[in-house]
């Protein structure tokens, strides 16, 4: 996730010709633009949703299914289970399907738009550069 993440990094650099100094959560902010980490974990969540919502005989559901009833460390239900936590999603795996796809979309959007802003946030508090700058919300400044 990190070299993902540093070649995100070097990409916003790079648009903005922008030096090495200023810390990469300023230009984040500042562009309101959101940490890979954040996009992949919405995916997955997506995903999820997606998965629960196949019918009970496809192949990929019972794929699913068998994750479910015995996950081994390392498995990609325990990663999107740990997603759901980290984005306070509050949801289980079996109220899921019961939202439509929209709606479920939606929440997701918000959900790790806020855990995504409060963590960029935090980071920039570190830094003496950010002092100044407050944000109220992650959108273009």
Same mark, same amino acid.
């Given at each position: 996730?990190?070299?993902?993440?540093?070649?995100?990094?070097?990409?916003?650099?790079?648009?903005?010709?922008?030096?090495?100094?200023p810390?990469?959560?300023?230009?984040?902010?500042?562009?309101?633009?959101?940490p890979?980490?954040?996009?992949?974990?919405?995916?997955?969540?997506n995903?999820?949703?997606?998965?629960t919502?196949l019918?009970?005989?496809e192949?990929?559901?019972?794929?699913?299914? =068998?994750?479910?009833?015995?996950?081994?460390?390392?498995?990609?239900?325990?990663?999107?289970?740990?997603d759901?936590k980290h984005?306070?999603?509050?949801?289980?795996?079996?109220?899921?399907p019961?939202k439509?796809?929209?709606?479920?979309k939606?929440?997701?959007?918000?959900?790790? =738009?806020?855990?995504?802003?409060?963590?960029?946030?935090?980071? =920039?508090?570190?830094?003496?550069k950010m002092?100044?700058l407050k944000y109220k919300?992650?959108?273009?400044?």
């Amino acid at each position: 996730m990190r070299e993902l993440e540093e070649v995100d990094e070097c990409f916003l650099r790079r648009i903005l010709n922008a030096h090495s100094k200023p810390p990469i959560e300023a230009l984040y902010l500042e562009l309101g633009c959101t940490p890979l980490r954040y996009i992949i974990k919405s995916r997955r969540i997506n995903y999820l949703h997606y998965l629960t919502k196949l019918k009970k005989d496809e192949l990929l559901s019972r794929f699913f299914q =068998a994750q479910m009833k015995s996950p081994v460390q390392g498995d990609w239900i325990n990663t999107v289970v740990e997603d759901l936590k980290h984005v306070n999603l509050n949801l289980t795996i079996k109220d899921i399907p019961l939202k439509s796809k929209l709606k479920f979309k939606k929440d997701v959007k918000v959900k790790v =738009a806020t855990t995504a802003f409060n963590y960029l946030k935090q980071k =920039a508090e570190v830094h003496s550069k950010m002092d100044n700058l407050k944000y109220k919300k992650l959108s273009l400044q």
